[in-house]
């Protein structure tokens, strides 16, 4: 099931209920979008990385289970495909205009429920550009969980995982409040990232004081790393929220921090 959350013309935000994508890159909803004009702004599937699915909420290591797909890095042998890819089901879901509320399960391989998640998507126009927010609460119903990384798992510079955006721009100029590089922003607690390509850009933030984890080239995606340095961990009946809002416009704004103030508003008032 696909559901349209904003569109003029040809330009489009969606949101897919994963039904189709493979076992072997961890079924789970993800959204599409276009800047207003029309460019593309999400990848789905790309032939790099087959397991990265737009706009989604992707963890590579939940109590060994993988929610992000493909290969799973495994210290002292690296990346090797496993079987131990997790699902996440929609058990619920209610929409409005422009949003939409989900209550997901997450499982692992054998159907054990490792968290029970309430999501809220919002999309919104304005101003000459989309606005995403994504908010996620994820609770460990049945038992203690830990999230990892590959970079937790021996792998340094790769702790990727959280609500991840995958854009399909061959290369992008990156910019934060602390300075503009790839090597400045990754690993980054900047209030704001911005990332510029030819026709399009986007700018993210979080409240979660979570690290930026950012590639742009190679291929282009980012977000706030649930698991960098350490292990995160979960208590049975604890919840973690994750957010993560982007605004996508069709040329680089002059003032990413302007844009991404009226952004954070969005996520404070969140659900």
């Given at each position: 099931?696909?559901?349209?959350?904003?569109?003029?013309?040809?330009?489009?935000?969606?949101?897919?209920?994963?039904?189709?994508?493979?076992?072997?890159?961890?079924?789970?909803?993800?959204?599409?979008?276009?800047?207003?004009?029309?460019?593309?702004?999400?990848?789905?599937?790309?032939?790099?990385?087959?397991?990265?699915?737009?706009?989604?909420?992707?963890?590579?290591?939940?109590?060994?289970?993988?929610?992000?797909?493909?290969?799973?890095?495994?210290?002292?042998?690296?990346?090797?495909?496993?079987?131990?890819?997790?699902t996440q089901r929609v058990t619920g879901r209610e929409m409005h205009d422009g949003t939409v509320i989900e209550q997901v399960?997450?499982?692992?391989?054998?159907?054990?429920?490792?968290?029970?998640?309430?999501?809220?998507?919002?999309?919104?126009?304005?101003?000459?550009?989309?606005?995403?927010?994504?908010?996620?609460?994820?609770?460990?119903?049945?038992?203690?969980?830990?999230?990892?990384?590959?970079?937790?798992?021996?792998?340094?510079?790769?702790?990727?995982?959280?609500?991840?955006?995958?854009?399909?721009?061959?290369?992008?100029?990156?910019?934060?409040?602390?300075?503009?590089?790839?090597?400045?922003?990754?690993?980054?607690?900047?209030?704001?990232?911005?990332?510029?390509?030819?026709?399009?850009?986007?700018?993210?933030?979080?409240?979660?004081?979570?690290?930026?984890?950012?590639?742009?080239?190679?291929?282009?995606?980012?977000?706030?790393?649930?698991?960098?340095?350490?292990?995160?961990?979960?208590?049975?009946?604890?919840?973690?929220?994750?957010?993560?809002?982007?605004?996508?416009?069709?040329?680089?704004?002059?003032?990413?921090?302007?844009?991404?103030?009226?952004?954070?508003?969005?996520?404070?008032?969140?659900?």
């Open positions: 099931m696909t559901v349209e959350l904003l569109r003029d013309a040809s330009a489009v935000v969606e949101y897919h209920d994963g039904t189709g994508v493979d076992a072997r890159l961890s079924p789970r909803p993800f959204l599409t979008a276009t800047t207003p004009l029309g460019t593309p702004a999400t990848q789905v599937e790309p032939e790099d990385h087959l397991h990265h699915l737009g706009m989604s909420a992707a963890l590579p290591d939940v109590n060994g289970t993988s929610f992000w797909g493909g290969r799973t890095y495994v210290r002292d042998r690296g990346s090797t495909m496993l079987d131990n890819h997790g399960v997450w499982l692992d391989a054998q159907g054990v429920v490792l968290l029970d998640e309430e999501r809220t998507i919002t999309v919104s126009a304005g101003d000459g550009r989309w606005e995403v927010v994504w908010v996620s609460r994820l609770t460990a119903l049945e038992q203690d969980v830990s999230f990892g990384s590959p970079q937790t798992n021996g792998r340094p510079g790769a702790f990727y995982g959280g609500l991840f955006w995958r854009a399909p721009f061959p290369v992008a100029r990156v910019r934060t409040a602390e300075g503009s590089g790839v090597d400045v922003a990754h690993g980054s607690l900047s209030p704001w990232i911005c990332l510029d390509a030819e026709h399009a850009s986007l700018v993210g933030v979080s409240t979660n004081g979570m690290p930026w984890f950012v590639r742009a080239e190679g291929y282009v995606g980012f977000g706030p790393a649930v698991a960098a340095d350490t292990r995160r961990y979960l208590g049975t009946g604890e919840t973690l929220r994750l957010d993560f809002a982007v605004a996508i416009m069709d040329r680089a704004p002059d003032d990413p921090a302007e844009v991404a103030d009226r952004l954070l508003a969005g996520v404070r008032d969140a659900v």
